[in-house]
């Protein structure tokens, strides 16, 4: 098995094909340890509180996409997720804990309970990912190729059958009975983003070029505070647990507007309105009663912002943040091309519908890494001619600062057909493939607004937008 991809979600999944008894190769454009899984802020949710229960999680994740939710998945995700802790922890990871030895549970915003699993205050990916990276490194039945970057998916006879890489020294494809793709997500196509570079939909063009469908491409959540910071700090994300401990949004001029819990596109939204109502670029986040202590490392980039919270209202607006849709997979991670899994953010299970409930991706990555792992090692053995004259795809054209702005302000948090048009011509395929997919749907939902459909349509309630490898989309109600 061959898994591309080591943040949160490549690692797991590699990590649990291991244990099972597989082979497995780890690709990795990254030294391990620097995917962007590491910068993840948000924990894990999870029903762990006497008072929680998997249902009532499930609840608050319906209710949070917006009609959107393919409620099998999202079912899967709840049940689940308390076991991934569980195993986690006996993997390694130390997760928050409250002076009595119990897990200290977060409440963030769309959530009725306290539900969400820190490691480290807001720096949970980089605990987590260090953690596995090292567990990774020290498998004997892992192989890990750092520095080296899928180019391409080989389809042979219909079917998934190894990948082409570049970069550094070694092989340029690799064979392999199955392929797992946990490769990130796409919010770095748009210009102002929390994102790294990196994330710009890689992993969606290479198997969208093997014959994968892709789903819900014009759903990218905006997360409504990041800093609007000209000193080194833009973009930067503040997690929405500090929001959770107390934390305020208020308007230029000093008022309170929106429930600072609420779900995100609701939140990103009210900001927005704020921000074309008054004229004024951001709006403000007040810290100074939240404890710096529980928060260190977003209370140091702050810092380094020449910000200080403790004194100062922290500038911030929303930004591209997470993408909900991404390869179409079912609740074992198989895409439509038999041998080809993708978990994570680049795969789309429908969980997330039109508005991810907070800290449901970085479980996610873990419940269904592992269920990506255990398909796959069913999958049948590589034969030895999979490679015989296959060839890498053409490379697609590179992401300009042309097109990302253009996508930010074509199909940013609000848009409508005049200004998503224009992007169905734009260089990059990924740009085109998201504005057809925003184009096809008609109606306001979750973190897709049109200005010239403002209201939800019911006809669309639990559709999906499929982007089929002709490039046309086509509607799906997924069970």
Same mark, same amino acid.
């Given at each position: 098995?061959?898994?591309?991809?080591?943040?949160?979600?490549?690692?797991?999944?590699?990590?649990?094909?291991?244990?099972?008894?597989?082979?497995?190769?780890?690709?990795?454009?990254?030294?391990? +340890?620097?995917? !962007?899984?590491?910068? #993840?802020? &948000? %924990?894990? =949710? @999870?029903?762990? /509180?006497?008072?929680?229960? $998997?249902?009532?999680?499930?609840?608050?994740?319906?209710?949070?996409?917006?009609?959107?939710?393919?409620?099998?998945?999202?079912?899967?995700?709840?049940?689940?997720?308390?076991?991934?802790?569980?195993?986690?922890?006996?993997?390694?990871?130390?997760?928050?804990?409250?002076?009595?030895?119990?897990?200290?549970?977060?409440?963030?915003?769309?959530?009725?309970?306290?539900?969400?699993?820190?490691?480290?205050?807001?720096?949970?990916?980089?605990?987590?990912?260090?953690?596995?990276?090292?567990?990774?490194?020290?498998?004997?039945?892992?192989?890990?190729?750092?520095?080296?970057?899928?180019?391409?998916?080989?389809?042979?006879?219909?079917?998934?059958?190894?990948?082409?890489?570049?970069?550094?020294?070694?092989?340029?494809?690799? +064979?392999?009975? !199955?392929?797992?793709? #946990?490769? &990130? %997500?796409? =919010? @770095?196509?748009? /210009?102002?983003?929390?994102? $790294?570079?990196?994330?710009?939909?890689?992993?969606?063009?290479?198997?969208?070029?093997?014959?994968?469908?892709?789903?819900?491409?014009?759903?990218?959540?905006?997360?409504?505070?990041?800093?609007?910071?000209?000193?080194?700090?833009?973009?930067?994300?503040?997690?929405?647990?500090?929001?959770?401990?107390?934390?305020?949004?208020?308007?230029?001029?000093?008022?309170?507007?929106?429930?600072?819990?609420?779900?995100?596109?609701?939140?990103?939204?009210?900001?927005?309105?704020?921000?074309?109502?008054?004229?004024?670029?951001?709006?403000?986040?007040?810290?100074?009663?939240?404890?710096?202590?529980?928060?260190?490392?977003?209370?140091?980039?702050?810092?380094?912002?020449?910000?200080?919270?403790?004194?100062?209202?922290?500038?911030?607006?929303?930004? !591209?943040?997470?993408?909900?849709? &991404?390869?179409?997979?079912?609740?074992?991670?198989?895409?439509?091309? $038999?041998?080809?899994?993708?978990?994570?953010?680049?795969?789309?299970?429908?969980?997330?519908?039109?508005?991810?409930?907070?800290?449901?991706?970085?479980?996610?990555?873990?419940?269904?890494?592992?269920?990506?792992?255990?398909?796959?090692?069913?999958?049948?053995?590589?034969?030895?001619?999979?490679?015989?004259?296959?060839?890498?795809?053409?490379?697609?054209?590179?992401?300009?600062?042309?097109?990302?702005?253009?996508?930010?302000?074509?199909?940013?948090?609000?848009?409508?057909?005049?200004?998503?048009?224009?992007?169905?011509?734009?260089?990059?395929?990924?740009?085109?493939?998201?504005?057809?997919?925003?184009?096809?749907?008609?109606?306001?939902?979750?973190?897709?607004?049109?200005?010239?459909?403002?209201?939800?349509?019911?006809?669309?309630?639990?559709?999906?937008?499929?982007?089929?490898?002709?490039?046309?989309?086509?509607?799906?109600?997924?069970?």
């Amino acid at each position: 098995m061959t898994v591309v991809g080591a943040g949160a979600a490549g690692l797991y999944a590699a990590l649990c094909a291991a244990r099972d008894g597989g082979r497995v190769t780890l690709v990795s454009a990254t030294p391990l +340890a620097e995917s !962007a899984s590491y910068w #993840a802020q &948000g %924990g894990l =949710a @999870a029903a762990l /509180a006497a008072d929680d229960a $998997p249902e009532r999680h499930l609840r608050d994740t319906v209710i949070a996409g917006r009609g959107a939710v393919r409620e099998s998945a999202a079912r899967v995700l709840c049940n689940e997720a308390p076991g991934i802790v569980k195993d986690l922890t006996e993997l390694g990871v130390r997760f928050d804990a409250d002076r009595h030895g119990r897990l200290a549970l977060g409440l963030e915003g769309g959530h009725s309970a306290r539900r969400v699993v820190h490691a480290g205050g807001s720096a949970t990916g980089r605990r987590v990912t260090r953690q596995l990276s090292a567990l990774a490194a020290e498998h004997p039945s892992i192989d890990v190729l750092e520095g080296r970057r899928a180019v391409g998916v080989i389809v042979a006879d219909g079917r998934c059958t190894g990948i082409f890489l570049k970069d550094a020294a070694g092989p340029p494809a690799v +064979a392999s009975a !199955a392929v797992i793709l #946990a490769t &990130g %997500g796409a =919010a @770095a196509l748009w /210009a102002r983003t929390t994102n $790294p570079a990196g994330a710009t939909g890689g992993g969606l063009l290479l198997a969208h070029a093997a014959g994968a469908t892709l789903a819900d491409l014009e759903l990218v959540q905006f997360h409504p505070t990041a800093v609007a910071s000209t000193n080194g700090g833009d973009g930067f994300l503040i997690t929405e647990a500090i929001r959770g401990e107390g934390a305020l949004l208020l308007s230029p001029s000093g008022e309170r507007f929106v429930d600072e819990l609420a779900p995100r596109d609701e939140v990103a939204r009210a900001i927005q309105r704020v921000m074309s109502d008054t004229g004024a670029t951001s709006v403000a986040l007040d810290m100074r009663k939240v404890d710096p202590a529980l928060f260190p490392n977003v209370i140091t980039a702050l810092h380094g912002a020449g910000i200080d919270p403790s004194r100062q209202l922290v500038p911030v607006s929303p930004a !591209a943040h997470y993408m909900m849709g &991404g390869i179409a997979t079912d609740l074992e991670g198989r895409s439509t091309v $038999p041998g080809l899994y993708a978990v994570g953010e680049c795969a789309c299970t429908g969980l997330h519908g039109a508005n991810r409930l907070a800290s449901n991706s970085l479980s996610e990555c873990f419940v269904f890494g592992a269920r990506a792992a255990r398909a796959a090692l069913a999958e049948p053995a590589a034969r030895a001619e999979a490679l015989t004259g296959a060839k890498p795809p053409p490379r697609p054209p590179a992401l300009t600062d042309a097109s990302r702005i253009a996508l930010w302000e074509r199909a940013g948090i609000e848009r409508d057909r005049d200004g998503l048009w224009p992007l169905r011509e734009d260089p990059h395929p990924l740009v085109r493939l998201i504005a057809d997919a925003a184009l096809a749907r008609t109606e306001s939902r979750g973190a897709h607004q049109r200005r010239d459909f403002p209201d939800p349509d019911p006809a669309f309630e639990g559709l999906h937008v499929m982007m089929e490898p002709s490039g046309r989309p086509a509607f799906d109600r997924w069970v």
